[in-house]
């Protein structure tokens, strides 16, 4: 049996084993750059636990006891994603046509040693052994995210690059940064210095606020592109705004900036939709956040926008659709932007009204699914679970955070408008690295397999016995997961 999550598409084991040995190289097929940092990042990965040197070099063909990289669009099927993997006693084959494919290829492989092969210490006499068999692999969706929100809380450059690699092991492709809301502004926009110094300066609770430099987003942003992630901004419009407000004064209808916010309230803050500042204000933070995100997305938020006006939320997100599209990128937005009248290529992210979610669908919108009920990480486990919130009415057990079908969640929406799944992790109460790995994990895998893996071969009792495994995988990789226990962890 295997304990690979997430699941792949088609996989055949048998009993024979191939045995990783002190003399194994990895082996590329491909002198380009990116192919060779695939090989590189999978040897960096199996040198700790191993002590072996796994020297990577460019070739045709495995020597005995090698693993080989064998890349080539030889078989367009795969897509840029898909892969497959060939192990026998003699060496193990990952093949791909695209440089995604092979690097979550890797992924899969390192899910077939050992669960020690993660410890960051040499674990000596252990036989890294693998089971022979194939492996075809390719994704369901195209879009596997997660959200963090840093507005509530924030989370430092390092890390949101360990989240990136945790990210990365379960084949997740999009990392959707909330880089704004009431309680704090996270990236330093250079025409609005204020939004950062003063609108970052603290967060929910009075706790310590943060932001992101430019330098510090690009090197984000260029460290999960190297392991095919997807940075999405999202800049929370029209409301969630008070960090902002409390920057600027122009921005506010009578002229005078709030104080700052650190309570948990939503829905309370709006900027002025009819003041012309406003759009300048708007146009210069896509402008900049565009040109720092290679990606070709922009979320505006668009949620909960309890103090503003329904005429005047149309109005406002038509302009800045217009924004968005004059800056390059394609615009997300909460269910709610499915209120107005969309552009062909918006995406709309469903959270909680079908309805409204249904509506933005029949516009011809492509919809991410994130339903709070099943999807939110700050969501609590259990009734005595310390941290989170429970205002979805129910908790969110690991059980809970799988079971459940995007294509039945998303009622009148038709399957081919799905693009794909995305969790999310707001951090009202959630604002120590132990706190995001006690919320996210295990949870996240069942995200990571609702996205990948066929509908047809999901099963919870396949899952949860896999679960068990991988327990041990994230425990060596030092995730502080939550214990749950529907699962028998040994
Ligand atoms: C809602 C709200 C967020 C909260 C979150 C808490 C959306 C899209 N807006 O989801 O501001 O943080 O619930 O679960």
């Given at each position: 049996m295997t304990t690979i999550i997430p699941l792949p598409a088609q996989i055949q084991l048998d009993e024979r084993q191939f045995c990783l040995n002190p003399g194994a190289k990895i082996i590329v097929s491909n002198d380009s750059a990116e192919v060779f940092w695939v090989g590189s990042s999978l040897a960096a990965k199996l040198r700790p636990a191993t002590g072996f040197a796994l020297p990577v070099q460019i070739g045709t063909q495995p020597a005995a006891g090698d693993i080989f990289l064998a890349f080539g669009a030889d078989d367009p099927s795969l897509g840029e994603e898909g892969y497959e993997l060939f192990s026998t006693p003699e060496a193990v084959t990952l093949r791909a046509a695209g440089a995604a494919g092979l690097f979550y290829a890797t992924q899969t492989l390192r899910q077939m040693f050992p669960a020690e092969i993660e410890n960051p210490l040499e674990q000596p006499n252990l036989a890294w052994t693998v089971q022979c068999g194939h492996i075809r692999d390719i994704p369901r969706y195209a879009w596997r995210g997660m959200m963090l929100d840093l507005g509530r809380h924030f989370f430092s450059v390092e890390t949101a690059k360990r989240l990136v690699d945790l990210l990365a092991y379960h084949k997740v492709n999009v990392l959707h940064l909330h880089l704004s809301d009431d309680q704090g502004w996270r990236i330093m926009i250079e025409s609005w210095p204020w939004l950062a110094l003063h609108g970052g300066s603290t967060a929910t609770n009075g706790d310590p606020g943060g932001f992101y430099t430019q330098d510090d987003y690009r090197e984000l942003v260029a460290y999960a592109a190297q392991r095919y992630i997807t940075i999405?901004?999202?800049?929370?419009?029209?409301?969630?705004?008070?960090?902002?407000?409390?920057?600027?004064?122009?921005?506010?209808?009578?002229?005078?900036?709030?104080?700052?916010?650190?309570?948990?309230?939503?829905?309370?803050?709006?900027?002025?939709?009819?003041?012309?500042?406003t759009y300048q204000f708007v146009d210069d933070v896509v402008r900049e956040i565009a040109a720092l995100t290679p990606g070709a997305y922009f979320h505006i938020g668009g949620d909960e926008t309890l103090s503003t006006s329904e005429e005047d939320y149309v109005y406002f997100i038509e302009r800045v659709q217009k924004?968005?599209?004059r800056h390059g990128k394609c615009m997300i937005g909460w269910e709610e932007i499915g209120k107005t009248k969309l552009n062909s290529d918006a995406i709309v992210q469903h959270w909680w009204n079908k309805e409204v979610t249904a509506r933005a669908a029949a516009q011809g919108a492509k919809i991410i699914a994130s339903p709070a009920a099943k999807a939110y990480m700050d969501i609590k486990y259990h009734e005595h679970t310390t941290i989170g919130q429970n205002w979805t009415g129910a908790y969110t057990e690991v059980r809970e955070a799988y079971d459940w079908e995007p294509v039945e969640i998303l009622e009148g929406v038709a399957e081919e408008s799905i693009l794909g799944v995305e969790s999310a992790l707001w951090t009202e109460t959630i604002f120590t690295r132990g706190n995001l790995d006690f919320m996210v994990f295990p949870r996240l895998c069942g995200y990571a397999e609702i996205g990948w893996s066929p509908r047809e071969g999901r099963d919870w009792e396949s899952y949860r016995q896999r679960l068990d495994e991988h327990g041990k995988r994230l425990a060596n990789l030092g995730v502080q997961f939550y214990r749950s226990e529907q699962v028998d962890w040994q």
């Open positions: 999405v901004p999202e800049i929370d419009l029209p409301g969630h705004t008070n960090a902002a407000l409390a920057s600027y004064e122009e921005l506010n209808e009578n002229g005078v900036s709030p104080n700052l916010y650190t309570g948990i309230k939503v829905g309370f803050s709006s900027l002025s939709v009819h003041k012309e500042i924004i968005v599209a």
